[in-house]
């Protein structure tokens, strides 16, 4: 196992019934802005909810954080915050409104031109504005983590930063505010999560047990219940291990001490920057491929994941391998997420210009071995066509 330094410091408020404690994780005198995205709080009764628990404070709302979260629009958020002297935000949504209120957070008083918060990856922030979660979209992890995925029309950018300023303080994760989700949004959510574990799973064995044992039990449960959510939507035990699983993919715990390969999320990220594709309808085209184009490399993991995750024991190492691909490639489309370029009537022929934003955002040595060079991205845009 390798080194590691973990710092969980985000307090967890799970189950249903949870957002009526709020007040007790916001101080009494905050000026809080309530940040959300297009208005699914408002229809599904969370907004309200919301209201009722923090009737005793000052709260200003800033909606229209759209998927996808850009600059353009988060920078009008900074203006509300600096004219009406907010000291604290509160993120009501998904994964989108989470990290641009992590922005907002970082750009309140930033000093400089702000969009270096994110060009510098996160290195520049030296404080932020205290955040609070409460999550409706369990799917990226973000309720849990110092991350933040920002968009930025006028050039066509998708990039990540992280900082530890913008941890959020609290997350409080109910899963009754989950039932509202439409299928794509549920397919997502599982999605997105499954590929986070895979990123800090499947890359090289580091005889890290407790991370690998963990990240199976998260690909398994969202194995058994992501269909069920689908066919189910009210069911609470389904809708609970499928946020709690969602947050425990990426919060840092299973991905502490194991090597990582992001590749997948960086060439997804691009596709949807340029095609306007969900976040986890790249990952399921992408993710496949990458397991085809590194598997000598994965070789190892791959047969465990097989195995420990599919049952898949029989056959040469070769059939075992390309079985679970197979079986990774059928999950995706039982969620309804197709696995193909071209089921999205991509062609290819933006494969060229995919690579320049790449190599523009310096994404030119991805994987656990910093080998996915763009020469090898290319081939893998390619074989996922
Ligand atoms: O905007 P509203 O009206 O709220 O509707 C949203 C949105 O249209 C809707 N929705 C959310 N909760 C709902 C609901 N509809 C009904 N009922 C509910 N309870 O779902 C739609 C999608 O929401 P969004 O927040 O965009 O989805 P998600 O949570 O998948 O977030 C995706 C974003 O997160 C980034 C992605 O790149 C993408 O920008 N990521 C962030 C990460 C992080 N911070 O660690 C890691 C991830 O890998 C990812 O890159
Ligand atoms: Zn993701």
Do not use: C
Not at 97 to 124: M, P, R
Not at 157 to 164: E, I, L, T, V, Y
Not at 213 to 218: C, D, P, V
Request: no cysteine; net charge negative; charged share 20%.
């Amino acid at each position: 196992m390798n080194n590691f330094s973990l710092h969980l410091a985000t307090k967890v408020l799970f189950g249903q019934g949870q957002i009526a404690h709020l007040a007790s994780v916001i101080p009494a005198d905050a000026r809080v802005l309530i940040t959300y995205g297009g208005g699914s709080i408002k229809r599904n009764g969370v907004l309200d909810q919301v209201h009722s628990a923090l009737k005793n404070y000052t709260l200003f709302e800033f909606g229209g954080i759209e998927p996808n979260p850009t600059f353009e629009t988060l920078m009008k958020a900074v203006e509300v915050v600096h004219n009406n002297k907010i000291n604290f935000l509160l993120a009501v949504g998904g994964g989108s409104v989470l990290d641009g209120t992590k922005f907002i957070a970082a750009a309140a008083d930033y000093v400089g031109e702000t969009w270096d918060i994110v060009a510098s990856g996160g290195k520049s922030v030296t404080k932020a504005l205290p955040i609070g979660a409460v999550l409706t979209l369990p799917a990226t992890g973000s309720e849990m983590n110092a991350g933040a995925v920002i968009s930025r029309k006028e050039t066509g950018d998708k990039q990540a930063f992280h900082s530890p300023y913008v941890l959020p303080r609290f997350a409080i994760l109910d899963p009754l505010t989950t039932y509202s989700l439409p299928p794509r949004q549920v397919a997502n959510g599982v999605i997105d999560a499954f590929v986070h574990t895979m990123e800090q799973y499947l890359t090289y064995p580091v005889d890290a047990k407790v991370q690998d044992r963990f990240a199976e039990g998260i690909l398994l449960t969202l194995i058994e219940e992501g269909p069920k959510a689908l066919k189910e939507p009210e069911n609470y035990a389904v809708r609970a291990n499928i946020m709690w699983s969602a947050t425990m993919a990426l919060n840092g715990l299973i991905g502490a001490g194991v090597p990582q390969d992001w590749a997948t999320h960086m060439l997804g990220h691009e596709l949807t920057a340029m095609h306007g594709l969900d976040h986890a309808q790249t990952l399921a085209i992408i993710l496949p491929a990458i397991m085809r184009a590194k598997k000598t490399q994965k070789w190892e993991k791959l047969l465990q994941y097989a195995e420990r995750v599919w049952g898949i024991d029989r056959g040469t190492e070769d059939e075992r391998i390309e079985a679970a691909i197979k079986k990774t490639e059928q999950f995706f489309q039982q969620m309804g997420a197709p696995t193909r370029l071209s089921d999205y009537q991509l062609d290819g022929s933006s494969i060229p210009a995919l690579i320049k934003k790449l190599e523009e955002h310096g994404m030119t040595h991805l994987g656990e071995h910093g080998d996915i060079t763009l020469e090898e991205s290319l081939k893998i845009y390619q074989s996922a066509r």
